[in-house]
């Protein structure tokens, strides 16, 4: 099959993808267990933990064999599937469209012709839906909706820093479908979109101070974090938010001064001084109903997947991929199409 591939990270993992013509297939191919899926890749989409957990020095070397593939999302056909465990009632055939995403990263990802994907990471496209925006999904929506739908109700006040990029598109339309007073933080050309997708009030992080804006609102219900800056925003946050709400963070940098502060937050009590809003850093796992009411959003029209840009398999498409999303500027998700449907 064909698949971009690394096996070493030097100088960033972009300037070591390959597109190898005769990559092996996941060794369990034809060897399905229960509850895993043979699928034909048609789009990928990239997320940063792609390229920051292979780039950890030592870490990722033991975490990854390589060559690998990176990539955990996903839409495409399904070849073959072992099993159901039951655990899912509906059961898949060859030939379906499905989406989702990997439970973690793995020699064997999504920028290659076929993948083994978990059955809870693989559901149906519903009906209307494009390959490219079902690919969208994964990581980024699955993230958004674990911070925001099981912490809020209809009417809550709910503030997501960072609401340009894949996890804050979706998750000012999931708390907006949900019917929430959304506020969220970008940069001033980011400010109209981040409106269009259902924002009732938008901080220009560049221009303004956010966490003195946000003392000057009525006190919030939720904070998500896609950000991680600015750095006091958590050790403030009972200045602008009601007593019992819960910040959620998102990912964050893995360098020695960003994983301290992250377990400052986690674990310095309110009563010494830390912060006195309950903090959830947010363990993300694939849940297949989760998923599937995302896609009937999608379905429906009262979410859209936002696309920054679509590259193909061939001319360095993956490379170039990556480029885009180390920018940090990408509006949205980073589309890869494997092959056509």
């Known amino acids: 099959m064909k698949a971009w591939q690394f096996s070493q990270v030097t100088g960033g993992l972009e300037k070591n993808l390959k ?7 996941p ?9 895993q899926v043979l699928v034909q890749v048609l789009s990928a989409t990239l997320n940063p933990i792609d390229y920051k957990l292979a780039q950890i020095p030592v870490l990722g070397n033991l975490i990854i064999k390589k060559p690998a593939s990176p990539g955990l999302d996903y ?6 599937s072992g099993a159901n465990s039951k655990k899912i009632s509906e059961d898949l055939k060859p030939g379906q469209l499905v989406f989702g995403r990997l439970d973690a990263p793995t020699q064997f990802g999504t920028l290659a012709e076929y993948t083994v994907v978990p059955r809870a990471g693989c559901v149906p496209v519903a009906q209307g839906v494009s390959l490219d925006d079902a690919a969208c999904i994964g990581t980024a929506a699955l993230t958004a909706y674990q911070c925001i739908v099981p912490n809020i109700k209809s009417g809550d006040r709910v503030f997501i820093n960072g609401g340009s990029g894949g996890v804050g598109s979706f998750g000012i339309q999931f708390a907006k479908v949900k019917g929430c007073y959304v506020v969220t933080s970008c940069s001033g050309v980011n400010v109209d979109l981040c409106k269009s997708l259902g924002a009732d009030q938008v901080i220009d992080y560049k221009g303004k101070d956010v966490v003195a804006e ?29 007593a019992g709400t819960k910040y959620v963070q998102v990912g964050g940098g893995l360098s020695l001064g960003e994983i301290y502060n992250l377990l400052s937050r986690m674990m ?3 009563f010494l001084g830390g912060g006195k809003r309950a903090f959830q850093f947010l363990g993300l796992a694939n849940n297949y109903d989760q998923f599937k009411e995302i896609g009937e959003w999608m379905a429906q029209g009262k979410v859209k997947a936002l696309v920054d840009e679509v590259y193909g398999m061939e001319d360095k498409g993956a490379v170039r991929a990556f480029e885009r999303l180390k920018t940090g500027r990408a509006k949205g998700k980073i589309v890869v199409r494997i092959a056509e449907p």
């Open 268 to 270: 310095w009590p309110g």
């Open 214 to 242: 946000l003392k000057k609102m009525q006190k919030l219900d939720l904070v998500v974090d896609n950000v991680g800056t600015p750095s006091e925003m958590y050790w403030r946050a009972h200045d602008f938010t009601n």
């Open 27 to 35: 060794p369990n191919a034809n060897s399905l267990v229960a509850d």
């Open 19 to 25: 597109l190898n013509i005769n990559a092996s297939l």
């Open 75 to 80: 839409s495409g056909r399904v070849i073959a």
